[in-house]
């Protein structure tokens, strides 16, 4: 009796063909939905999807200022080329303080001044090719918060180096000399310009 009773309840509960057939077109439809049918070009998922993982910039040099740890990175390596400097037995410490100014300098001006283009090929027509990195940078945007802190940074390391020397005269030219380097090719009114002609190509 037990036994009649659950194959009576299986076959009342098994759908028949007509249901299968409803339940197939249901689930076909539903995926067609996600997936898209055949010969459509685009489907529901797709406007969904974030197709791809690479960055949307044209040029990344007008960003890479901006990353995530740059500022952190930058710091740490002036203060350890300070420190390597400083190991130096020979070196007293006005003179560490100035070559850590004068090396910081260079090291900006040519990086950021002087070296123009990329790295890497840009689909910008090469329009980046006659400009230096700084500017590149925010597209050419001034007073943004990167271009104000490598503006800021070497002006604090002038004024650190000026009174660890206790402004002596020769140290203080030196200085003084260097920093002008790195900051008067960033002033706005001298954004694209080339001096004499000097790195016009």
């Not at 037990?2 to 249901?19: D, G, I, N, Q, T």
């Not at 910039?57 to 890479?64: A, G, K, L």
């Not at 090929?121 to 802190?149: C, I, M, N």
Request: aromatic share 14%; proline share 5%.
């Amino acid at each position: 009796m037990h036994f009649a009773f659950m194959y009576f309840r299986f076959v009342s509960l098994r759908p028949s063909a007509k249901e299968k057939r409803i339940n197939n077109r249901t689930v076909f439809s539903f995926f067609s939905q996600q997936i898209g049918s055949p010969g459509t070009s685009t489907t529901r998922c797709c406007n969904k999807m974030n197709v791809g993982v690479a960055h949307s910039e044209v040029n990344p040099n007008t960003r890479v200022m901006n990353s995530r740890g740059i500022w952190l990175t930058y710091a740490l390596g002036v203060g350890i080329l300070h420190i390597v400097l400083l190991s130096i037995p020979f070196f007293s410490v006005p003179v560490v303080w100035t070559l850590t100014n004068v090396i910081h300098n260079l090291g900006m001006y040519v990086f950021m001044h002087a070296v123009k283009g990329t790295p890497f090929e840009t689909p910008d027509q090469g329009k980046a090719r006659l400009l230096t990195h700084w500017e590149q940078l925010d597209y050419g945007v001034q007073f943004t918060s990167s271009r104000k802190f490598f503006t800021i940074s070497p002006i604090i390391l002038y004024f650190l180096a000026s009174f660890y020397t206790k402004y002596d005269a020769a140290h203080f030219f030196i200085n003084t000399a260097s920093l002008l380097s790195v900051l008067i090719p960033k002033l706005p009114q001298l954004h694209g310009v080339r001096i004499f002609g000097i790195n016009k190509y």
